[in-house]
């Protein structure tokens, strides 16, 4: 299996102090990396630094096979690493399917496997609220519109901050089952998280990060098992 994400010793800085220590990561091509930490620990820092919105102050990064270290976000998003951050930004005054097709495109290996059907399909609360407008939506519905529409540019690899956050339990089940299949049909996902559970039937590994330091690495099904990890790092 070849890495498609790597992230090698990386540090990132918020003006003078340092975030991000060290930190690496690899992310094999059709898997999903749950990277798990308690609030603060660093999850959006890294996500920010691999998408190239913060600067990596030391270390590597590398995607699909090339050094993307210095690479602005927007090249790095045509190589196709496509980045869902925290904040579920929607275009509020245009209709859901407006939100996805200015999205559309190809992906960076010339392939359209994502379209609207298939968005449709993957998506059926989406496409019953096809010609709302975006802002009216829920908290949860926003987040699966964010994700459907980081897939309609077909990237490489999804980067998903915190996807669950705050949302009620019926529309986390929601996203855990698009997440789910999703992975099933070969998709490349780093999922930053809180919560373990959430992660638990969608990512097979999982890197916990503590104050901007990756501290553990573990399949899932046995972090599930790991008392002293998980009460030192994450919250439960
Ligand atoms: N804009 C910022 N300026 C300064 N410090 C920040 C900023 N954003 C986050 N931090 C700090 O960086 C650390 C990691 O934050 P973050 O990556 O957002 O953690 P997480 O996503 O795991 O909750 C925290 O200590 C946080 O206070
Ligand atoms: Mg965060």
Sequence with gaps: M?????????????????????????????????LLGRNGAGKSTTMKTLAGIMPARGGRIFFAGRDITRAPAHARARLGLAYVPEDRQVFPEHSVEDNLLI????????????????????????????????GRLSGGEQQLLVIARALMGNPLVLLLDEPSEGLAPIVVATISRVLRELGASGATILLAEQNMHFCLRIAEE??????????????????VGNEDIRRRYLAM
């Design 206 to 223: 999982a890197v916990v990060i503590d104050k901007g330091k990756v501290v553990h690495r573990q399949d899932t099904a046995g972090l």
């Design 2 to 34: 070849t890495d498609l994400l790597r992230a090698e010793g990386v540090s990132a800085f918020y003006g003078a102090s340092q975030i991000l220590f060290d930190v690496d990561l690899a992310l094999a091509e059709k898997r999903t990396l749950a």
């Design 103 to 134: 999205a559309a495109k190809n992906g960076p290996d010339g392939r359209r496997d994502w379209t609207l059907p298939r968005i449709w399909e993957t998506f059926p609360l989406l496409a019953k609220l096809r010609s709302r407008d975006a």
